[in-house]
Each structure stands twice: as structure tokens, then as C-alpha cells.
């Protein structure tokens, strides 16, 4: 298993410009998220998603949109980036199977800067 | 949401067993404490979890203590690549069981 993977890596985006940060799991994990984490800070949550077709906002969601067709992808989507939004993203998805002490598995990260 | 206190750096000589507080004084009965760490910026990882009795794995223990408004995380013979930020995280029971992450404990383990 590849576990939860996220592309790209890097990458600079200009104020107002839009992009995609992808998301995949080989898991078959019914629950998916998007976080970022600002420089010395904890990870906040942007989305959430439990199962395929069903999303729902988390803490920070203005600026963002997500969609979830298939079970595998997550991907978050930025409209109009701002330097507001420069962070690193962390997607994580978890089975949702006895909810409460279930675990989640992060990918590596996607760092974003908007200039 | 039950809110954790951690001391925000703590330092560990290598090979001795590293001691990780945390505060959850208005903790739910049946809100469970997790352990995550995150290394060098990379995405966190799971440690281990518990509701109120102690628990072991091959990574670490968990202390709860019998009120549950603290527990401790013990890393019984800390190397190198134990330097991380650990979090303390009481689950949620809404946001899907999103992990509510505070800031952490940064802990340097030394030579």
C-alpha cells in the first residue's frame, strides 16, 4: 500500500491564481481530511469528508472547496489564493470504522507559498 | 471540546526514557486521549490512544491517571530520531473525529 499520497509537493502560486492539491488513498478509508498547518503552529481543519458525495466544512474552510467522487480522491481546490493561504496541507484519511478510536494516516504534505 | 496542555519544549538525553505531561482537566468520560508526533515537518503519526486504563505498544506507554485529567507519555529509551513535536489530542465527537491538534511539545533528544 502507498497509503495516502499528495501532489504536488511544492509549489508557488500568484495572488488570484487557482490550483488543486491532490489527494489519494489505497486504503479503502471511508473518511477523508484537509488540514494546514501555519509555521509553528498545530494542524487546523479546512474539510472533512465521510464517504464518497458527502463533504462538510471544518474549522478554516473560507477559501477553499473539496469534492469527493470516489472513495480514493480527496482533492482541495483553491480559488483566488491569497497570502492568507500559505501553509503547508496535510491530507489524512482514516477508516471511520468504531469511530472513536480509529486512527488517522497523513500524507507527506503539500507546502504552499502564494507571492 | 476537552482542550490539552502541553509544555512547549522538553529535552531528553538519548537512551533515557522521555516523560511527556499533558493537561485535560475538563476531559469527557468518553472522549478518548490520542498521541500523535510529527517529525521534521513531515505528516504526524499515530503513537497510541487510550480511554482511562494504561496502555503499551511497541512504540511508547500511556499513563492515564485515575481522574483522567492528565496523562503521560513515555518513550521508555529515547534515540535521535525521537526528536519530534508530540501532541497530546482529546477526539471529538463531531468534524467527522477530526483530530483537534494544540501546539504541541517540541522534544530534542541530545547525545
Known amino acids: 500500500n502507498a497509503g495516502v499520497t499528495q501532489t504536488p509537493k511544492f509549489r508557488i502560486l500568484k495572488i488570484g491564481q487557482s490550483m488543486t492539491l491532490q489527494c489519494t488513498q489505497d486504503?479503502?478509508?471511508?473518511?477523508m481530511y484537509w488540514y494546514r498547518q501555519d509555521p509553528g503552529m498545530g494542524l487546523k481543519l479546512i474539510y472533512y469528508s465521510v464517504g464518497a458525495g458527502i463533504t462538510d466544512k471544518g474549522e478554516v474552510p473560507n477559501g477553499y472547496n473539496v469534492s469527493r467522487s470516489t472513495t480514493e480522491d480527496f482533492p482541495l481546490r483553491l480559488e483566488l489564493a491569497a497570502p492568507s493561504q500559505t501553509s503547508v496541507y496535510f491530507c489524512?484519511?482514516?477508516?471511520?470504522?468504531?469511530?472513536?478510536?480509529?486512527?488517522?494516516?497523513f500524507g507527506p504534505g503539500t507546502r504552499l507559498t502564494v507571492l | 471540546d476537552a482542550k490539552t496542555t502541553q509544555p512547549p519544549s522538553m529535552d531528553c538525553a538519548e537512551g533515557r526514557a522521555a516523560n511527556l505531561p499533558c493537561n485535560h482537566s475538563?476531559?469527557?468520560?468518553?472522549?478518548?486521549v490520542y498521541w500523535y508526533r510529527q517529525i521534521h515537518s513531515q505528516g504526524p503519526q499515530y503513537i497510541i490512544h487510550g480511554l482511562k486504563n494504561n496502555e503499551t505498544n511497541e512504540m511508547a506507554s500511556l499513563i492515564i491517571t485515575e481522574d483522567r485529567k492528565s496523562s503521560t507519555l513515555i518513550l521508555p529509551h529515547a534515540t535521535l530520531r525521537d526528536t519530534a513535536v508530540y501532541y497530546c489530542?482529546?477526539?471529538?465527537?463531531?468534524?467527522?473525529?477530526?483530530?483537534?491538534f494544540g501546539k504541541g511539545t517540541s522534544l530534542l533528544v541530545t547525545p
Open positions: 486504503m479503502n478509508h471511508n473518511y
Open positions: 489530542i482529546v477526539r471529538v465527537f463531531d468534524s467527522g473525529y477530526a483530530l483537534n
Open positions: 475538563t476531559i469527557s468520560g468518553n472522549e478518548y
Open positions: 489524512a484519511s482514516a477508516t471511520g470504522i468504531f469511530s472513536s478510536t480509529d486512527t488517522q494516516y
